[in-house]
């Protein structure tokens, strides 16, 4: 298969970037989208080029380092799939690919196609967690969870932390990926003593950040490879408005 | 009062008062309709309704400044909100693809500036009487403001009917999404009701379209004219 891919360069974060188009032919339709790259970048590397810099990791759809646009979709055409898990035979000989990295102010350019994504990590440290002594294992099933229950708190933490639901928002907002971090303890007894504390401050952390707001489109659960459901953003927007009602400190 | 600057400060807080501040202004949709369609009743009816609103007084006032600051509330909330989603993204997209959102959600801002401007044209025409201004200080036969006879003459006019249609499109479109948002925005979100919801906002928005247009239509088409029936 042969494709024209037009990619985004970008020297570094304070250089402008701009697309640039370039040839790929003979890739098999088993081939993954990553590996495509790698193809790309061998030969970029032997013609003496820069390769084109883009984040990946365990390539196993679970880690969420990838981070790519293809053609207006992150993560590209198939449903509940990260880049790395789509492959060559999803698209048509010839056609015509366009790259490009995570769009936010919140996520800047490294370089071409790889994203700082530190504003979800500093949101997770604001308050994605659970400050319990753990002391030695407790027995299975000591503290009795309903299987609802667990399985809403499951779907949530199923969120990788990819980034496309801020990608795929018009907003660039990262309601999606915060909704999912506070619902996953929201379900469980062990995230109770920490529930208000929690929401105020991943959200004010969201805030900060200069993440978008959402207005409730619903791109991102369109997009979002682990299919999170908007059920979090509205749980994340009860649990925000009750606490900032009734939390005790100021 | 501290946690109240904080709360509303904050992109949920604001969200929240974008909700709470339309499903009132949606309110106001619901009650102008109910008026309204007093047409129907005949002359005496919608002119006997315009005298009983003024004669609330004080209390009319109460009402016009609270739908006021509720539109403005609603208005400025939007204005801040979307400037931080432009902020939030300043390279844009080379390719950029929809892939679940309708068009009714993405244009929220658009519908709803078009809507105020539509409503100040409204005010323009039946309150203040600056349009079609001949028609706007008729007198009936007890000497109350021919509301009636100026809602008429309006609708008998084209371009007034075609205007108010369009604006009515634009409004649905509004309401279509502003009313499943508002549940999701504070917090309601369950899967036995969320399919009920989207239907409901497709269904009210219709509803409300079908019940406002009735009105220049019924006029245009001489359904109903200056005698209280068909002209």
Known sequence: ?250 | MNWLFRLFRSSIGCKGIMALTGIALFGFVIAHLSGNLLIFGGPDAMNAYAVSLRELGPLLWVMRLGLLATVLVHIGAAMRLTRQNTDARPVPYVRRQNVASTAASRSMMMTGLTVAAYTVFHLAHLTWGFILHDFATAVDDQGRHDVYYMVVKGFQQWWMVFLYVVAMVILAVHLRHGISSFFQTLGFNHPRWNPILEKSGIGVATLIFLGYVSIPATVFFGLVGLDGGGS
């Open chain 1, 1 to 250: 298969m042969d494709f024209k891919l037009h990619v985004w360069r970008q020297k570094d974060r304070n250089s402008e970037g701009r697309m640039l188009s370039t040839k790929v032919e003979g890739i098999s339709p088993d081939t993954s989208f990553l590996e495509m790259l790698d193809i790309l970048n061998q030969r970029l590397i032997e013609e003496g080029d820069e390769p084109i810099a883009f984040d990946n990791d365990c390539r196993e759809g679970i880690c969420g380092m990838c981070s790519l646009v293809i053609n207006g979709v992150p993560h590209g055409p198939e449903r509940g799939v990260t880049a790395c898990q789509l492959h060559m035979r999803s698209f048509q000989s010839g056609q015509d690919i366009y790259i490009e990295p995570w769009r936010a102010k919140a996520f800047p350019v490294v370089r071409d196609l790889s994203v700082d994504r530190g504003s979800f990590d500093r949101i997770m440290a604001a308050g994605g967690f659970a400050s319990v002594r753990t002391g030695g294992a407790p027995d299975a099933n000591a503290v009795p969870i309903a299987k609802e229950q667990a399985d809403l708190a499951f779907d949530a933490a199923a969120c990788i932390g990819c980034g496309a639901c801020v990608a795929s928002c018009k907003n660039a907002s990262a309601m999606l990926f915060v909704g999912a971090k506070v619902s996953q303890f929201l379900h469980l007894p062990q995230g109770e003593p920490e529930r208000k504390r929690r929401v105020l401050k991943m959200v004010d952390q969201m805030d900060e950040e200069g993440f978008g707001n959402c207005t409730n489109t619903y791109d991102c659960e369109g997009v979002c490879p682990k299919e999170i459901k908007v059920r979090v953003i509205a749980e994340m927007n009860r649990e925000y408005l009750r606490a900032s009602l009734s939390h005790d400190e100021t």
